[in-house]
């Protein structure tokens, strides 16, 4: 019974590790298939954000940076995606850029879900403008804080900025009354906390990757209003809007691809589950087999 | 779908694979698609590099009529060239300066003229240097000092919050303890022992919340990846 | 000559800059600015190099009759096919006006087509890899390591809708263990600890380094060589 049982505790620690990708794919595929969904509640550290974007006046001036790329869109699209759709709620005027080359084009990406689809009212130029992207990291931050318009003398299509009635009254980083940053590695949101929000008491929020979301921490919330930490904070910022508007649900559900972070969030359950379930197998087998050492050791 | 579309669906798809074959074992697909990966991404970056920077910020100075040239339409070929006509000849004559610096960058690739290269690193050291000191110690030391100095005994609406007290005291005897946890430069014996081990607590706290986000992660992104695999498995059907 | 220079490059162009972080009349705004534009300018010379040493370790690999020389073709081939396209503008508009990466450009198309998919899908290999080492190295073999593992428990559980559903039972006056809200506690508190001291720490040691480096005490990127 001894030799079955160590046998078997042996094989388990050996176990091919092929055998673990093949029961982490299912754990994801499954619920996807099934559709599975489970209802996400918004923690304090979300609400935040929802608040803040909530009570601000009606036309207030936002700014939003899309600072991500193809990697990490399953994580950064739906936060950009929901942050947007508040601000049109709102009526907001929604300044977007990019310290990222990619991030222009998924500012582009969310522009045509949200507002070209859903809000056919909003007026490019007088409710939303597309900025760009302009190299420079976070020297662009430096740079745009005291003049912004010397930077961008265009818009993204190459427009003389001038010519926008939203930009009139916007000269430098500290006009703005927020600023929503949906970001990935660097530069990102400690950037915009570094050289915008403490430099010029600027509110700074938004989103990052989860494998970012614990460093930034730190800053919440005397420098950070809210910080949304990968797929869940997304979900936890859509449920929050869901909420108190319904219509904002309806839109998700009928989104395509990683834009619904509520529903994603049903294969990421069980993911979850399946790897705790894999290390407390993998403990249980590391303590028998110590306890046999010992045993060995003892000469029982 | 048009036919570009489906060409970068099945693209996309196929290479999506090659990749993933990795997981059963390594093999020429994995192999050729990594390469690939190798050699398009240096590519991407550079072109991103030359016509973001090296253009607008640099030829563009000397030669204005190229930003003209390279415009989407007249009238922004006209704004971009006269911003730059605009100015002093000096600051347009001074963009000589990185240019030289990145040149001298190149002779990393000379055995003889080496030496040069430290002229651009120095310079580079120098900006980094300058920004961070400042800026690290504004927003990631005095910020992070003034936001620990909070209330230990919290009072709310009249009456004692015993929660909001106890992570108050978490908080600051945590970063306190994790502090002195990291200063080596007296023997860990003693109260100051006992203070470092409790630091390492807390640590260990934070290392197990930070691996409990990365999982979720890199589960997220898998999530995003399987999503993109049944659109292209649909676009089939 | 050839180490004092650099070293007092390094000075002027770092206290230029810390000035510049208290004295917000001309020129030191600008210099901010311009600098970073300098900045950005040679970090390309450095993409070039970075391209360069790319293309000479392939040819090499290929001179060599190295066993992989052929994935070597691969690389050389994908970087300047997209190296080409993406300068010239190809299939953009006529004239090499326009956006490079515009719809409807071959480097475009190469973007969405090879660029995303593989950076995506390299990412996400590390889903299974995170689960392997899970499984193989996680162990609970201190009390220390304990803590670390039990907190991790927490956070993936909580962060997910099933946190709610095994402890939404639970009283209101012992809704601080509720899993969801335990989580966010973690986060919030005892992580926000130890993230804030790791914080702390690096922004002295960046400090300190960037003194030494603007002074000149610390001279290690001069190489080694007079």
Not at chain 2, 92 to 100: A, E, G, M, Q, S
Not at chain 2, 166 to 171: A, E, L, T, Y
Request: a positive charge; charged letters at 15%.
């Amino acid at each position: 019974m001894a030799n079955k049982e160590t046998n078997f505790v042996d094989r388990m620690q050996k176990l091919d590790r092929r055998v673990i990708f093949v029961l982490i794919w299912l754990a994801v595929v499954i619920p996807m298939l099934m559709k599975l969904e489970f209802p996400v509640r918004p923690s304090p550290v979300v609400e935040g954000i929802f608040d803040k974007v909530e009570s601000l006046p009606s036309g207030s001036i936002v700014l939003m940076s899309f600072d991500y790329g193809p990697a990490t869109v399953p994580e950064n699209e739906p936060m950009g995606d929901a942050l947007l759709y508040h601000c049109m709620l709102k009526n907001h005027k929604v300044y977007i850029m990019a310290l990222w080359p990619t991030g222009e084009a998924e500012a582009n990406r969310a522009i045509e879900r949200v507002i070209t689809n859903k809000f056919l009212d909003k007026r490019y130029g007088k409710d939303y403008i597309q900025l760009g992207f302009k190299a420079g990291n976070q020297g662009l931050i430096n740079a745009i804080y005291s003049d912004l318009k010397g930077m961008y003398t265009t818009d993204a299509a190459g427009v003389d900025i001038n010519t926008f009635a939203m930009m009139k009254d916007v000269n430098k980083l500290t006009d703005f009354d927020i600023i929503l940053g949906v970001c990935s590695g660097r530069p990102g949101l400690k950037e915009w906390v570094q050289f915008a929000g403490d430099r010029g008491n600027i509110p700074v929020a938004g989103g990052v990757t989860a494998v970012e979301a614990p460093l930034l921490y730190p800053y919440y919330p005397s420098q950070l209003l809210g910080l949304m930490g990968g797929l869940q904070g997304a979900a936890e910022l859509q449920a929050a809007l869901g909420n108190k508007y319904p219509e904002y649900t309806e839109y998700v559900k009928a989104s395509a691809g990683s834009v619904n972070a509520v529903r994603n969030m049903g294969p990421q359950t069980i993911a979850h589950l399946v790897i705790i379930f894999f290390v407390v197998i993998g403990n249980i087998g590391f303590f028998i087999q110590q306890r046999r050492k010992k045993q060995e050791r003892v000469g029982l | 779908m048009t036919v570009s579309e489906y060409i970068v669906l099945w693209v996309g798809g196929l290479l999506t694979l090659m990749i993933f074959s990795f997981l059963y074992k390594d093999n020429p697909f994995y192999k050729f698609a990594e390469h690939l990966f190798v050699g398009v991404s240096a590519a991407y970056w550079m072109v991103v590099a030359f016509w973001t920077t090296l253009i607008p910020n640099m030829m563009g100075y000397f030669f204005p009529g190229i930003l003209g040239k390279i415009a989407t339409n007249p009238q922004e070929a006209e704004m971009v060239m006269s911003a730059i006509t605009d100015l002093p000849m000096y600051a347009r004559l001074l963009r000589i300066v990185p240019l030289i610096f990145g040149l001298f960058m190149l002779t990393r690739l000379l055995p003889k003229g080496a030496w040069l290269s430290r002229w651009a690193m120095a310079f580079i050291i120098g900006f980094s240097a300058g920004t961070n000191l400042t800026r690290f110690l504004q927003s990631d030391f005095v910020a992070q000092i003034k936001s620990t100095l909070i209330p230990l005994i919290v009072i709310n609406n009249g009456s004692f919050d015993f929660i909001a007290s106890m992570s108050n005291i978490v908080i600051v005897f945590g970063v306190i303890a994790a502090l002195i946890y990291f200063f080596f430069s007296k023997e860990h014996k003693g109260w100051f022992g006992k203070t470092a081990k409790s630091g390492i607590w807390i640590l260990m706290v934070a290392f197990g919340a930070a691996f409990g986000y990365t999982v979720m992660a890199r589960i997220s992104l898998l999530i995003g990846r399987m999503s993109f695999l049944g659109t292209w498995i649909d676009s089939i059907f | 000559m050839r180490r004092e220079i650099p070293l007092l490059i390094t000075f002027i162009i770092g206290t230029a800059l810390v000035m510049a972080m208290f004295i917000p009349h001309k020129p030191f705004p600008q210099l901010d600015s311009e600098f970073s534009i300098w900045f950005d300018i040679i970090a390309v010379f450095a993409f070039i190099l970075g391209g360069g040493n790319l293309l000479r370790v392939h040819v090499d690999r290929i001179t060599r009759n190295h066993e992989d020389k052929n994935y070597s073709y691969v690389t050389i081939i994908g970087f300047l096919f997209m190296l080409i396209i993406g300068l010239f503008k190809v299939g953009g508009d006529p004239g090499l006006t326009g956006n490079y990466i515009a719809e409807g450009t071959w480097f475009k198309v190469m973007y969405d087509a090879v660029f995303t998919p593989l950076s995506s899908t390299m990412f996400s290999l590390l889903a299974f890899f995170v689960a392997s080492a899970s499984y193989r190295a996680f162990r609970a073999k201190t009390p220390e390591a304990t803590v670390l593992l039990i907190a991790a428990f927490i956070i993936l559980v909580g962060r997910t809708p099933l946190g709610h559903y095994l402890t939404f039972w639970l009283p209101d006056w012992l809704s601080f263990f509720h899993i969801p809200n335990l989580s966010a506690w973690i986060m919030a508190t005892p992580n926000l600890a130890g993230q804030r001291a790791i914080m702390i720490g690096i922004a002295l040691g960046i400090v300190s380094t960037s003194l030494k480096l603007i002074l000149g005490i610390e001279r290690s990127y001069l190489g080694s060589e007079k």
